[in-house]
Structure formats: structure tokens, C-alpha cells
């Protein structure tokens, strides 16, 4: 089970409240007479479940024999410094409340009962203090609210329970609020309309779907209008009925005949008429960089500049020791873990909407970006990744811009590791902050989680993928990050279960994670690709997860790692039986094949396996992993059904869903605008911007977990668990898990799109002189393209046993047989024309290279 991360804990909230006059019996009578309308949810903990009640620093929470019990470290100064509450607690001013509840502790204490604001300045509203017993008794009071918190605002109520010498136990039931008029509740402020399309486009040449809702049992002509309103196209609607997992009745539309590209088409029936959408390749290849900037917009400590982002999205750099921060220079450890040292952590993305930099989820979204990179450069189009292909300040080394991206985040992965070789978990805030708060005005101090198995693991096998992808480009960083890798491989041998703290959820989320036999795999999987190590292989071939073997419809996840091993086997060559390899392979067209089955039965297809937990936390980022293994299961078969399935989760993603609502932020006229993101906090703040275009929401989570979703969305149907607000942190949260999948799955559609690769820029000639065992070349590089380079990196294979031994105009460098030339200062400009000339000997038999990259760009020869 998935811990839920507390939020905005705000003890100066209660430092504010404690101050205040103790509450008193109703003062004026309400306006309006109160309905008995109940504010608190969850206050019978009769599910098992603590969702949406938060504890503070130095409490545990639980839930045992239908009560709240939280466990609190004793020692503490002040009454608030051991918290637990609820936010987002509806609060009328001039209205009556009466805060029941029912609690017994181990050892009789003080306890004080509060109510007020969240986020800062934390006013109060109410409090009183009440002496507990090992008896369970029943406590109440009443007072006149004088703060106005609406619906699923920042209205709290909290217990506090520190203040005291010793450790003890308190336990709470039945917690009540009772009052105000307001009725509860509330809907999707996104209004939904019953003909569901893709809000972005549909690419000619390929299928295009929709839903219609209705409960009509026969079929409905449905008419295809352009911008002009005038109908280009008609057919009948297949009726399907109900459909559960979207609470709805449905027919499907199918208008795939109709190819001709444009803007602003509507597909209608009846009176009913869809939003506006494309038929076009144009947004998905936007959207291929759209989502990667998303990395850019999430970078810790270096400032995000208007250059690159546009004004409203720029930001001083965050974590970087400039008051407020604390900075991420010298982190130490938890005062718990006594480690010893302290660590430079500074760079890295930051995770979500919160400031936390996470090693286990920082792995997988890295490797998912560099793995999009690895297959296009195997088997796909890297020159769409190449140097100046993205809006980054390194658009111009000569570096691919995936890897720089990719390369800001590896470089914090790599600090995270130990003097013994272990990874830190994690670094994050010691207390969880208020929405908003920019990333530079974060005063929390900064502290590093215990050492685990599953983030070492992480390390090992992000560090030795990006080795294997940096050989050719920076040989001393691909040296480094190898050594890395088997150095925490090897301390993850040695401490194979040393597990993180499910209940280390304050300040940041837990990331915890039971089982690490897949973390092994993957990262042995990794280091075989790039080493050819025989006791890398034997791990390989030993794991229970060889062979794909844990591949299912549930796919993959931070927590469940195996099948990224599968796909690097299967991208990357290596030594393993070509049969096994095939076995591999073929695991992902079976899977694919039941995504496949299973969409054909939905109202809204997405590859989803919604049978064990319904929609979770993050659900978007499934279907679009999913949809990988669908690109992947084409790449490796050639199958269109596959390719057609991975766009039907890019439209469900886009707007083909119940909600009529595109997930991804700028796509589509009705697109998530108010992500749960402490910087794009524009619901709370409007100086502060929205999400920037490309970020993509977590998605419908049926668990509704945190207060918002309970109060707007108790009974909602699975695919209809979502709402467009910022306090919704458990379904419109960012993270960068996600937004590498819609980076993967985007980048790929993009490819399969027509003609969107860059043009090649580049022609190489080469001359060689050849003698027994030695040779001399000539390079000539051209800049066929209409734009100067500022710098340029050249790159090619050297066949047989060659061996560059000195060089010139250039820095040389090799490994294995890739060879690069990298500009000097000089010679680094080319104008669009024009020509340099480099050279250099080698030592040696073999022949001459046959194919060159100029910034990671195919060239032309001769
Ligand atoms: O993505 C995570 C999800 O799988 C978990 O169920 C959830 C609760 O533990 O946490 C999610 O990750 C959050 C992390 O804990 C803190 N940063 C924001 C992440 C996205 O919501």
C-alpha cells in the first residue's frame, strides 16, 4: 500500500492559535440557521485509512481498532511541536462550530484541539486545551468562526500534542466539526461535453476515434464540421452502453476516413458539439519538446531564465544558500541518523510540486528520458534529440540536449551517494510548506533520509545507462559514472535489504518501496549492457525477472522497476541469447496485445489495468508507460495495431476522456491549468503563472487522497476521480516521473508523425592515407544548413583495431571505437557555407568510417 504524504503543516498556525482566547459557546446566532453539515472528513477512521489526516515531525501515524493513534517522540518544548490535523476544512465567518471528538492516551497529557489557517500567517480561529486519560473520553466544543475559508480552502484543525518529557501514545475517534450553512460539496468547474475528442489533434493517416455520450441503444449520425462550420464529412455513431469505469453511456465515433489536414474542426451530434481539434502533426511534435522543457522549468539551484522560459516562468535558482533557502551545499543527515557528514546536493530537478529531490524517482525519470534517447539512436531518429533541438542553456556544446537534460539530474544522483557507496534516499524540507512558495523563498532547512537498497540501486543502474550513452560523447564523465555504478551495485550486494521508512513522510513523500528484487535486476541489466561483465550477466540470468518475466499490464512504475531491465536488453546489444533476447521482445507484444483487447472494450481506450486498485495516484503516468511498451512492442514487431494504440492513449491523455478535459497544460482549449506546484500556485496567487505548457497532471485517482478530491469528488466513477485544483495534490500534482513518460510516448508519436526530423545540417568528407598498421586522415566538415553553429562536436566509428594516437584543429577522443572531435576555440563557429578542415593519425588496421554525426546530426558523405 502507497503511504499518502502529509501536507502543509503549519505550526505557526498553532503557535498563532495558542495565543488566542480559549473558544467560547456561540456569541452571535448564525445568519442563516445551520444544517448539521459535517466538515471533517475521514473523522471515524472506519475505512483503515488515516487519508486525509497529515502528523507533523517527530509523530506517527496510524490507524488501529477503527481509532487515529499517534505515536509522538517525547522531549518537545511547545504543544505544537507534534501536530497531527486535516486541511482544507471549510470555515464560514460569523457561522457556529462544534468540534467533537472522542481520545484516550497512554500516559494522561494535555492536548490541544485547534482550528484556523494553514498557510501563512496562519491565523487562528479557535482552540482549547483538554486533559487526556488512558480512558477514552468525549470532548467538545463550540465557536463562532471570524475567518472565511471556502470550500477546500486553507481551513484547518489540528491537535496538538507535544510539550511534553516522554514518548506516549493518543489516540483519536469520531473527530467532528459541525456548522456552518454552506452545503458540502461541490463539481468539476470544467464543464464536460458529450462528444469526447483529442483537444490537441488527430495525425493524418492515422486512426481517429472519439466518444459520444449517450444513452441512445441505436446509432446516431454524427457530422464532422470545419473551422467554417461547414460539415466535410458524416457517419453513424457504435453504440457500446454503459461503461463503468466512466459512469457513462457511450457510442464510439470513428472519422479516421477523413484526412485532410487543418485547424479548428468540431465533430458533432445532434445538438451536441465536441470542442475544437486539429487534424495536424504539428501539436505532437510541439509537444515532444514541450515536454522535456518541463525538466528545465523543474531545475534546483541554477535560476531558470526568461531566455528560455519566457518572463513568467523565470525564478532566481533555488536551494542555493541564499537567505530564505538554506541551500542544498551542506545537507546533513536527520538528526535520527547521526551520519556523520554532510553533502553538496545542490542541482538536480525538483520532484513535483514540492521542493523534494528523490534518488528513487529521480532514477526513473532519467532513465526514461535516457532511454528514449538509447532507442532512437538504435533504432529511431536521434537527430530529433540533437544539439539545439531544445530551448536549454547547453543548446549550443554539441552535446545532444537530451543528455545535457538528462545530465543536470545524473549529476545530482551521483552526489547522492555515501562515502560507503550507498545511496541517500532522499533530500527534502524538514516540514512540508505552504502553496505558494518559490522554490528561492523555501526557508524549511534541508535534511538527507537514511541510506536504501532501492535508491542505490537506482544509482547503479541510471549511472552505468548513462555511461554507455556518454561513451562516445564525454569518455572521463562515462568513466566516472561507471565507476559510480559498480560501486553502488556492490554496496547494494552488500546491504540488500536495508528498506525506507514508509513513515518518513514529513516534509517530503516517503518513496518507500518493499521489494527491491526488480531495482536489482534492472540495475544488473544496466551494467551487463554496458560492461559485458560476466558477474553482471549471471545476475541477470539468475533474477527472477529474467526474460521479461514481470512484465504484466500493470506495467511499470518508481516501485516496480523490472521491465525497464527488459527494455535495455532488448534496445542495447549484448551477449545474451539471441533466443532469450526474442523472448524479451515477444513479452511485449503479448502485453501489448491484452492492452489492446482490453481498449476495445472501454468508452474512453487508454492502456490501463484498473482491476486491482482502480485508478491510482498518478494513473496518467500508467497509461503513458504503457503506452511505451505499445511503441515498443511496434519497434520490435512492426505491427500498426501497436503504433495505433500508443496514439489512443495520447488522446485519451489529451482530452478523449469523461472530463472532456486535456491533462496536459496548453494542449487543447480546455487543458489542467491549476497543477498542485508550489511555483505555478496561479489559483492562490495570480502574480504567479499557471503550469507552463507540456506539464502533464497526475490524472483521475479513485482513492481520493487528499482533502479537495474527498470534499468535490466523493462517489465519482473512476475515470471521473479528478478536479483542476491546486490543493488537489493526490490527481493534479506534476512529477517528473510523469512527464518523462509523455516525454517518451510524445517524442515517439512525433517520429511516427511524417517529416519531422530536423534536416541534416551537416556533409563530411574523409581521406585517409593508409600504411602497414598506421594511417593519417583528412576530415573536411561542411555546414550545409542556413544557420551559423557555434560549436560543433563530430562523431563517427573507426573500424577494426584503429587507435587515434594525436590530432589536430580539434580535441580528440576515443573509446572503444567511437571517436569525437569537439571544436576548438577558433575553429568553433561555422557559418552556414562554410567548411573547416581537422585531421589526425591513427594506429592500426581497418578501414574508413562510413557514417558521421556533426551535434548529434546524421551527415551527409563526400
Ligand atoms: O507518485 C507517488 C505515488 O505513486 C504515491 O502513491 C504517492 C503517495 O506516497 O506519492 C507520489 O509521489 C509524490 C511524492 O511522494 C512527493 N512529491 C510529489 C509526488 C507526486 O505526487
Keep these: 500500500m502507497r503511504s499518502q504524504p502529509p501536507r502543509l503543516l503549519a505550526a505557526s498556525l498553532l503557535v498563532a ?23 471533517v472528513l475521514n473523522g471515524a477512521f472506519d475505512t483503515g485509512s488515516a487519508d486525509p489526516w497529515w502528523s507533523g515531525a517527530g509523530v506517527t501515524n496510524r490507524v488501529t481498532g477503527g481509532e487515529l493513534c499517534a505515536s509522538v517522540t517525547g522531549g518537545t518544548a511547545n504543544p505544537w511541536d507534534a501536530l497531527i490535523g486535516q486541511n482544507g476544512v471549510p470555515f464560514e465567518s460569523g457561522q457556529s462550530y462544534t468540534f467533537s471528538f472522542d481520545a484516550h492516551a497512554t500516559t494522561a497529557q494535555p492536548v490541544t484541539a485547534a482550528a484556523g489557517e494553514s498557510v501563512s500567517p496562519y491565523r487562528g480561529i479557535a482552540s482549547q486545551t483538554f486533559t487526556l486519560s488512558p480512558a477514552k473520553q468525549r470532548f467538545t466544543f463550540t ?4 475567518l472565511d475559508f471556502p470550500d477546500a480552502g486553507n481551513g484547518q484543525v489540528a491537535f496538538q500534542l507535544g510539550g511534553q518529557s516522554f514518548d506516549n501514545t493518543i ?3 469520531n473527530v467532528s466539526l459541525v456548522g456552518g450553512v454552506k452545503p458540502p460539496g461541490g463539481v468539476n468547474p470544467n464543464p464536460t461535453r458529450k462528444v469526447q475528442v483529442d483537444l490537441a489533434a488527430y495525425v493524418p493517416g492515422l486512426p481517429k476515434r472519439a466518444t459520444l455520450v449517450s444513452t441512445a441503444t441505436t446509432p446516431q449520425q454524427w457530422t464532422l464540421k470545419n473551422s467554417a462550420g461547414a460539415a466535410v464529412a458524416t457517419g453513424q455513431t457504435t453504440p457500446k452502453g454503459a461503461d463503468a469505469t466512466s459512469g457513462d453511456s457511450v457510442h464510439l465515433i470513428d472519422f479516421s476516413s477523413y484526412d485532410t489536414a487543418g485547424t479548428g474542426y468540431t465533430l458533432s451530434v445532434g445538438e451536441d458539439s465536441s470542442f475544437p481539434f486539429d487534424i495536424s502533426a504539428d501539436p505532437v511534435k510541439r509537444l515532444r519538446y514541450d515536454s522535456l522543457a518541463f525538466f528545465y522549468h523543474q531545475r534546483s539551484g541554477t535560476p531558470i531564465e526568461a531566455r528560455y522560459v519566457g518572463d513568467e516562468y523565470a525564478r532566481p535558482a533555488g536551494h542555493v544558500n541564499v537567505a530564505p533557502n538554506q541551500g542544498d551545499n551542506n545537507v546533513p543527515c536527520r538528526a535520527d541518523l547521526a551520519c556523520g557528514y554532510t553533502l553538496d546536493v545542490r542541482g538536480g530537478w525538483y520532484d513535483a510540486g514540492d521542493h523534494g529531490k528523490y534518488v528513487v524517482n529521480g532514477g526513473i525519470a532519467t532513465w526514461q528520458l535516457l532511454n528514449a534517447y538509447e532507442r532512437a539512436v538504435r533504432i529511431g531518429d536521434a537527430s530529433a534529440f540533437a544539439d539545439g533541438t531544445m530551448n536549454i542553456p547547453e543548446k549550443a556544446n554539441g552535446v545532444p540536449d537530451l543528455l545535457d537534460e538528462a545530465r543536470w539530474e545524473a549529476d545530482f544522483l551521483l552526489k547522492m551517494q555515501a562515502p560507503d557507496g550507498m545511496a541517500h534516499h532522499k533530500i527534502h524540507d524538514a516540514n512540508w510548506t505552504a502553496l505558494p512558495t518559490r522554490p528561492e523563498l523555501d526557508d524549511q532547512p534541508r535534511r538527507l533520509s537514511a541510506t536504501s537498497t532501492a535508491a542505490t540501486l537506482n544509482l547503479a543502474a541510471v549511472a552505468a545507462q548513462a555511461s554507455r550513452l556518454w561513451q562516445g560523447i564525454d569518455a572521463t564523465y562515462s568513466a566516472t559514472l561507471l565507476t559510480a555504478a559498480r560501486k553502488a551495485y556492490a554496496a547494494a550486494k552488500a546491504n540488500p535489504a536495508k528498506l525506507a521508512d514508509p513513515n518518513d513522510g514529513t516534509g517530503g513523500g516517503a518513496y518507500s518501496d518493499n521489494t527491491v528484487s526488480d531495482e536489482f535486476y534492472w ?18 540470468t539468475a533474477s527472477p525477472h529474467y526474460r521479461a518475466a514481470g512484465l504484466s499490464r500493470a ?34 507484444a503479448t502485453v501489448a496485445d491484452q492492452h489492446l483487447a482490453a481498449m476495445g472494450q472501454m468508452g474512453y481506450a487508454a492502456p490501463y489495468d484498473n482491476s486491482v486498485d482502480g485508478y491510482v495516484w498518478g494513473s496518467n503516468s500508467a497509461v503513458l508507460n504503457n503506452a511505451q511498451v505499445l511503441a515498443l512492442a511496434h519497434d520490435f514487431t512492426g505491427a500498426a495495431k501497436y503504433r495505433d494504440g500508443v496514439f489512443e492513449a495520447l488522446h485519451y491523455v489529451l482530452g478523449r476522456n469523461p472530463l472532456s478535459t486535456s491533462y496536459v497544460a496548453g494542449y487543447g482549449e480546455q487543458a489542467m491549468r491549476n497543477a498542485h506546484h508550489r511555483f505555478w500556485a496561479n489559483q492562490n496567487d495570480p502574480s504567479l503563472p499557471i503550469a507552463p505548457p507540456g506539464s502533464l497532471s497526475g490524472g483521475p485517482n479513485s482513492a481520493l487522497q487528499d482533502p479537495v478530491a474527498q470534499r468535490l469528488l466523493a462517489g465519482c466513477p473512476q475515470q471521473k476521480c ?16 510523469w512527464n518523462s513518460a509523455l516525454a517518451w510516448v510524445s517524442g515517439w508519436a512525433a517520429e511516427k508523425s511524417g517529416t519531422s526530423v530536423p534536416a541534416s545540417d551537416c556533409q563530411v568528407g574523409f581521406t585517409a592515407n593508409r600504411w602497414q598498421n598506421g594511417m593519417s586522415a583528412q576530415v573536411k566538415i561542411t555546414n550545409t544548413g542556413t544557420a551559423a553553429w557555434p560549436a560543433w562536436k563530430l562523431a563517427f566509428a573507426l573500424p577494426g583495431t584503429q587507435r587515434v594516437t594525436s590530432g589536430w584543429s580539434a580535441t580528440w577522443s576515443q573509446t572503444g571505437q567511437d571517436v569525437t572531435a569537439a571544436s576548438a576555440s577558433w575553429n568553433s563557429e561555422v557559418g552556414a557555407g562554410k567548411s573547416v578542415y581537422i585531421g589526425f593519425n591513427a594506429s592500426g588496421a581497418g578501414t574508413d568510417p562510413t557514417a558521421f554525426t556533426v551535434n548529434g546530426r546524421t551527415c551527409k558523405t563526400g
Design 523 to 540: 540495475a544488473a541489466a544496466e551494467l551487463y549492457a554496458t560492461t559485458g561483465d560476466t558477474a553482471y550477466r549471471t545476475d541477470v
Design 17 to 39: 492559535l495558542t495565543a488566542s482566547p480559549l473558544a467560547a459557546s456561540p456569541l452571535a446566532a448564525p445568519a442563516v440557521a445551520a444544517a448539521e453539515y459535517e466538515r
Design 555 to 588: 506495467g511499470f512504475y518508481w516501485g516496480g522497476t523490472a521491465p525497464l531491465g527488459d527494455i535495455t536488453l532488448a534496445l542495447a546489444p549484448n551477449g545474451l541469447p539471441a533466443a532469450d533476447v526474442a523472448a524479451i521482445k515477444s513479452a511485449f
Design 171 to 173: 489516540c483519536v475517534d
Design 722 to 737: 479528478w478536479v483542476d485544483d491546486i490543493g488537489a495534490y493526490s490527481l493534479n500534482e506534476v512529477a517528473i516521473n
Design 143 to 146: 465557536f463562532t468562526s471570524t
